[in-house]
C-alpha cells in the first residue's frame, strides 16, 4: 500500500492517509480506523456491533509521554510486560521496559497481524527478560495471571511429562517451553503478576508499547 492511498475509516466513514512513519514501521498492515476514532474509541461506549468502537474497550491508547505524564504509582524497578490482541484473535502486540529506580534502561516492542492475547503476553514475558543482564536480579511483571502460572506452576510438570497436558497438548508450546526454559536458566529471575490498569506506572508504559502497533505515535 502507498502512502498516499487514501483509506476509508471503519468508524465514522471518513477517508484517511496512514502516516508514512506508521506505515513503515508495520509493514503490511493496513489501519481500519483513522486517528481521531481510533483515539476516541477508549473515551466513548462501544456501540452494538461495531467491532472497531470497541478495540482494546477499557484502554486509554496513551503514548508513552502521556502514560510518564498521567501515571506515578507501582513498583519503580524490574520488566514490565504486556500483549494484547484486539479482536482476539486477530492483530496484536506485545511491549517490555526494564526500569531501575524509575529510570528506563531498555524497551522493546512488536506486533503480528494475526494472533491471540496469551500468544502476546507469553512472547512479552521472553523478550523482556532478554532485556535483563545475565546474573542480574530482577522481577519480572506480567499483568496477565495465565501467564504467569503457566510458568510458575504448570509447565515444570508438563516438561516431565514431555510437554503434554494430562488433558492433551500445550497450547502454545512454541513460546510456553522456552520462556519456561529461559526461565529456570535465570534463577535471578522472579516472575510476579500485577494488576491490570490499576495506575501502575509502568504496567501502563508496558501495555503503551504493546499498542503502540495501531497508533502513529509511539
Known sequence: MSETTPLRCSSCGDTFVPSAELLARFPGWTPRTCTRCYRGSSRSAPRSGSRSRARFAGEEQLTLAEVLDKYRDGPDTGVFTDGSASPNP?????????VVD???IATDHGSEPH???NRMELTALLRGIELVPAGTPATVY????????T???WAAGWAKRGWRRKTGPVENLDLVQPLYEA?????ELELRWIKAHAGNRWNEYADSLATAYARERL
Not at 526461565?183 to 534463577?187: I, L
Open 102 to 104: 524509575g529510570e528506563v
Open 115 to 117: 494472533t491471540t492475547n
Open 90 to 98: 486477530g492483530p496484536g502486540g506485545w511491549g517490555a521496559v526494564y
Open 142 to 149: 506480567s499483568d496477565s495471571n495465565l501467564a504467569v502460572r
Open 183 to 187: 526461565v529456570s536458566a535465570r534463577p
Open 151 to 153: 510458568v510458575n506452576e
